[in-house]
């Protein structure tokens, strides 16, 4: 609720607060605002690849991310993505993580899903060419959605291990399916908590190579898979943290992640948050335009 109101003088010279309008607004009007200044002022204070001077930070801006040249490996995901966006089919979608800001009801058209969840191919695409250039022999994802990203994992490295953990069950179903029709064979899907999950995964890995966590939005979750990844990260690990920006929680949990004294270098996309772990590397912090 939001009032505006003015002082007013009484006969007695003291001042009353009188209240001249209400209005109720939505509380995702009110993220929604909050996201796009988080975005207006990333994008007035990042940098582009000229702004960068840190060797390492460099090269990952020009070769990976500002990789926009088009990759014979995004064909057939893409033309899956096109498949789901016209799919009506009906799912019960079980969130066991922070939800959605769009779209709060439980039975969904597979085509909402994919318009609404998955990555856009601009993003998704930028986590294939990191995987690519991180040559990781184990990827973990938690949060698979209907598994394009995922999709985009394997097809990046075809010989590395996946391991992708979604929360609900209809939606892995449909990501399974996914998987079969575009040949993928290099992923293991689990369905479950992921609070129950990941521990058990990352305890049976001698050590992380790759992990993207886009699930459960919740400061302290967010948290906890960062401290659970720590004692198996080394010198070539790759943490990617989605939706940084998502609310307050998700912008605290970032700030503590950065500070963090293993943490040498996080690169801020404003989308996704990348964290390094590379020895003898000066600690610096970094918002490159994406």
């Known amino acids: 609720m939001l009032i505006l109101s003015c002082n007013l003088k009484n006969h007695d010279g003291s ?12 509380i995702f009007a009110f993220m929604a605002l909050q996201f796009i200044s988080d975005y207006l002022k990333h994008r007035l204070t990042s940098k582009s690849r000229h702004g960068t001077h840190s060797p390492f930070v460099y090269h990952l801006v020009d070769e990976v991310i500002y990789d ?25 979608v079980t969130d066991l993580g922070a939800g959605s ?38 990827l973990i994802e938690l949060g698979t959605c209907l598994g394009l990203t995922t ?29 079969q029709d575009l040949g993928l064979e290099n992923i293991e899907l689990q369905v479950g908590n ?26 302290d979750a967010t948290i906890n898979y960062f401290n659970w990844c720590l004692p198996k990260v080394h010198e ?11 609310s307050k929680g998700m912008k605290e949990a970032w700030e503590e992640i950065k500070r963090h004294p293993d943490v040498t270098v996080t690169v801020d996309l404003f989308w996704i948050g990348l964290v390094y772990f590379k020895k003898g590397q000066v600690k610096e912090h970094f918002k490159i335009k994406f």
């Open 194 to 219: 992921f609070d129950e999950l990941l521990p058990g995964v990352i305890e049976q890995t001698s050590k992380l190579d790759f992990v993207y966590i886009d699930g459960n939005h919740r400061k």
């Open 15 to 26: 001042i009353k607060k009188m209240p001249i309008t209400m209005l109720r607004l939505p």
């Open 101 to 138: 800001h769009l779209n709060k009801n439980r039975t969904k058209k597979v085509k909402e899903i994919a318009k609404n969840a998955l990555k856009s191919p601009r993003l998704a695409q930028l986590i294939y060419r990191l995987a690519k250039n991180n040559k990781p022999a184990n």
């Open 236 to 246: 070539d690990s790759l943490l990617i943290f989605d939706d940084i920006y998502w």
């Open 68 to 92: 926009f040249n088009s990759k014979t490996e995004y064909k057939g995901i893409e033309e899956q993505r096109k498949k789901l966006l016209n799919d009506d089919a009906l799912i019960t």
């Open 151 to 179: 999709a985009y994992l394997s097809k990046a490295r075809p010989d590395a291990d996946i391991i992708t953990i979604e929360g609900c069950p209809e939606t892995a179903k449909k990501a399974y399916a996914n998987f």
